[in-house]
């Protein structure tokens, strides 16, 4: 089954159905373990193609107190 995260508050927050509780025998409170899969960082740059990247932009020397 897939649940949709919704704005709750300043966060998301997931609605999970009673049947769904029912099963899983839980109850308001109760804490349990979402896996989630996160990409590598090398995973996504190695789904950039080269017609996505852009090219290089001189923007001169720094001015004032920028530092580079």
């Known amino acids: 089954m897939i ?3 919704k ?3 300043n966060g998301s927050g997931m609605r999970i159905t ?4 029912d099963n899983m025998e839980r ?3 109760s804490r ?3 896996p ?3 990409p590598l960082l090398g995973d996504l740059l190695a789904r950039i193609k080269p017609d ?3 090219e290089i932009v001189d923007w ?3 001015v004032g107190k920028e530092v580079w």
């Open 60 to 62: 001169g020397k720094p």
């Open 18 to 21: 009673k049947p769904v509780t």
């Open 3 to 5: 649940h949709k995260a």
């Open 36 to 38: 989630i899969e996160v």
């Open 32 to 34: 349990f373990n979402l």
């Open 52 to 54: 996505m990247q852009l």
């Open 27 to 29: 109850r308001n409170g």
């Open 7 to 9: 704005k709750q508050g």
